[in-house]
Protein backbone atom coordinates (compact mmCIF):
# COMPACT_ATOMS: atom_id res chain seq x y z
CA UNK A 1 0.00 0.00 0.00
CA UNK A 2 1.54 3.39 -0.77
CA UNK A 3 0.96 6.42 1.52
CA UNK A 4 1.11 9.77 0.24
CA UNK A 5 2.86 12.17 2.22
CA UNK A 6 -0.62 14.38 3.03
CA UNK A 7 -3.85 13.35 3.33
CA UNK A 8 -6.80 15.37 3.75
CA UNK A 9 -10.47 14.26 3.94
CA UNK A 10 -13.72 16.24 4.31
CA UNK A 11 -16.19 14.65 6.68
CA UNK A 12 -19.50 15.36 7.96
CA UNK A 13 -19.87 17.75 10.82
CA UNK A 14 -20.89 14.11 13.14
CA UNK A 15 -19.14 12.74 16.45
CA UNK A 16 -18.91 9.42 13.93
CA UNK A 17 -15.97 11.42 11.81
CA UNK A 18 -13.71 11.11 14.61
CA UNK A 19 -13.28 7.13 14.47
CA UNK A 20 -13.61 7.78 10.80
CA UNK A 21 -11.34 10.43 10.32
CA UNK A 22 -8.32 8.47 13.17
CA UNK A 23 -8.69 5.09 11.50
CA UNK A 24 -7.91 6.44 8.33
CA UNK A 25 -5.10 8.41 9.98
CA UNK A 26 -3.46 5.17 11.88
CA UNK A 27 -3.76 3.25 8.92
CA UNK A 28 -1.66 5.46 7.55
CA UNK A 29 0.75 5.90 10.04
CA UNK A 30 1.17 2.21 10.04
CA UNK A 31 1.57 1.93 6.55
CA UNK A 32 4.51 4.82 6.73
CA UNK A 33 6.32 2.99 9.71
CA UNK A 34 5.88 4.91 12.35
CA UNK A 35 6.29 3.59 15.61
CA UNK A 36 3.41 2.72 18.31
CA UNK A 37 4.07 5.37 20.55
CA UNK A 38 3.74 7.77 18.19
CA UNK A 39 0.91 6.23 16.32
CA UNK A 40 -0.94 6.56 19.73
CA UNK A 41 0.29 10.14 20.38
CA UNK A 42 -0.90 11.52 16.76
CA UNK A 43 -4.19 9.57 17.67
CA UNK A 44 -4.75 11.00 20.65
CA UNK A 45 -4.12 14.72 19.60
CA UNK A 46 -6.01 14.48 16.02
CA UNK A 47 -9.04 12.93 18.11
CA UNK A 48 -8.82 16.03 21.12
CA UNK A 49 -8.69 18.51 17.62
CA UNK A 50 -11.67 17.26 15.85
CA UNK A 51 -13.49 16.77 19.26
CA UNK A 52 -13.10 20.45 20.13
CA UNK A 53 -14.36 21.25 16.99
CA UNK A 54 -17.61 19.35 17.18
CA UNK A 55 -18.32 20.94 20.59
CA UNK A 56 -16.81 24.23 20.13
CA UNK A 57 -17.10 25.28 16.47
CA UNK A 58 -19.78 24.95 13.51
CA UNK A 59 -19.45 23.52 10.51
CA UNK A 60 -18.23 24.67 7.12
CA UNK A 61 -20.43 24.71 4.34
CA UNK A 62 -22.21 21.60 3.80
CA UNK A 63 -22.21 20.77 7.04
CA UNK A 64 -18.20 19.37 7.02
CA UNK A 65 -15.31 19.50 8.45
CA UNK A 66 -11.94 19.48 6.91
CA UNK A 67 -9.16 17.14 8.01
CA UNK A 68 -5.89 16.88 6.97
CA UNK A 69 -2.41 15.45 7.91
CA UNK A 70 1.30 14.84 6.44
CA UNK A 71 3.81 13.28 7.19
CA UNK A 72 7.37 14.39 7.57
CA UNK A 73 10.31 13.46 8.05
CA UNK A 74 10.48 13.39 12.36
CA UNK A 75 7.06 14.55 12.60
CA UNK A 76 3.66 14.28 11.78
CA UNK A 77 1.57 17.66 10.88
CA UNK A 78 -2.25 17.53 11.42
CA UNK A 79 -5.43 19.69 11.15
CA UNK A 80 -8.72 20.19 11.30
CA UNK A 81 -10.89 23.29 9.69
CA UNK A 82 -14.37 24.31 10.96
CA UNK A 83 -16.37 26.82 10.41
CA UNK A 84 -15.53 28.70 13.53
CA UNK A 85 -16.66 29.54 16.41
CA UNK A 86 -17.49 32.29 19.24
CA UNK A 87 -14.19 31.78 20.58
CA UNK A 88 -10.88 31.07 19.71
CA UNK A 89 -9.05 27.89 20.94
CA UNK A 90 -7.11 28.43 24.21
CA UNK A 91 -5.57 26.36 26.69
CA UNK A 92 -7.76 26.29 29.90
CA UNK A 93 -7.45 26.35 33.86
CA UNK A 94 -9.89 23.85 34.97
CA UNK A 95 -10.23 23.16 38.20
CA UNK A 96 -9.33 19.64 39.66
CA UNK A 97 -12.93 19.03 39.71
CA UNK A 98 -13.96 19.85 36.14
CA UNK A 99 -14.87 17.44 34.09
CA UNK A 100 -13.44 18.76 31.09
CA UNK A 101 -11.14 21.25 29.47
CA UNK A 102 -7.89 19.44 29.54
CA UNK A 103 -8.02 18.80 25.48
CA UNK A 104 -5.35 21.41 24.27
CA UNK A 105 -3.17 20.85 27.93
CA UNK A 106 -2.75 17.27 26.25
CA UNK A 107 -2.29 18.47 22.66
CA UNK A 108 0.38 21.16 23.75
CA UNK A 109 2.21 18.03 25.96
CA UNK A 110 2.42 15.81 23.26
CA UNK A 111 3.18 18.60 20.16
CA UNK A 112 6.69 20.14 19.16
CA UNK A 113 3.81 23.11 18.44
CA UNK A 114 0.69 23.54 17.88
CA UNK A 115 -1.86 26.87 16.90
CA UNK A 116 -4.71 28.39 14.66
CA UNK A 117 -5.24 30.67 12.08
CA UNK A 118 -8.28 31.90 10.63
CA UNK A 119 -8.98 31.08 7.34
CA UNK A 120 -10.88 34.31 5.49
CA UNK A 121 -11.56 34.45 1.96
CA UNK A 122 -14.71 33.61 -0.35
CA UNK A 123 -17.15 31.78 1.36
CA UNK A 124 -15.81 28.20 0.97
CA UNK A 125 -12.54 29.49 3.03
CA UNK A 126 -13.76 31.48 5.74
CA UNK A 127 -13.63 29.36 8.78
CA UNK A 128 -10.61 28.04 11.51
CA UNK A 129 -7.76 25.90 11.21
CA UNK A 130 -6.13 24.32 14.38
CA UNK A 131 -2.75 22.44 13.55
CA UNK A 132 -0.57 20.66 15.57
CA UNK A 133 3.06 18.96 15.02
CA UNK A 134 3.40 15.41 17.11
CA UNK A 135 7.48 14.03 16.90
CA UNK A 136 7.40 10.27 15.61
CA UNK A 137 9.79 7.58 15.04
CA UNK A 138 10.09 5.42 11.73
CA UNK A 139 10.56 1.78 12.74
CA UNK A 140 13.61 0.14 11.04
CA UNK A 141 13.03 -0.75 7.61
CA UNK A 142 13.54 -4.40 8.20
CA UNK A 143 11.37 -4.22 11.14
CA UNK A 144 7.66 -5.38 10.39
CA UNK A 145 5.48 -3.16 11.17
CA UNK A 146 2.68 -6.21 11.98
CA UNK A 147 3.29 -5.05 16.18
CA UNK A 148 2.51 -2.17 15.58
CA UNK A 149 -0.83 -3.09 13.94
CA UNK A 150 -1.94 -4.80 17.76
CA UNK A 151 -0.89 -1.96 19.55
CA UNK A 152 -2.73 1.07 17.35
CA UNK A 153 -5.96 -0.86 17.12
CA UNK A 154 -5.87 -0.21 21.13
CA UNK A 155 -4.95 3.55 20.75
CA UNK A 156 -6.65 4.03 17.90
Known amino acids: ?7 VLMLPFAASSVGLARR ?9 GIGESGICDVALVFSELLSNALR ?10 RVGWQLDPGSVRVSVRDGGGRTQPELGQPTQAATGGRGLRIVEKLSQGWGTSQDEGNDDDEGNTVWARIPVSRLARDRAPAGVTAVASECG
Not at 1 to 7: F, H, I, L, Q
Not at 24 to 32: E, Q, T
Open 1 to 7: MEVTEAS
Open 56 to 65: HAGPLPGAQL
Open 24 to 32: RLVSDLIAD
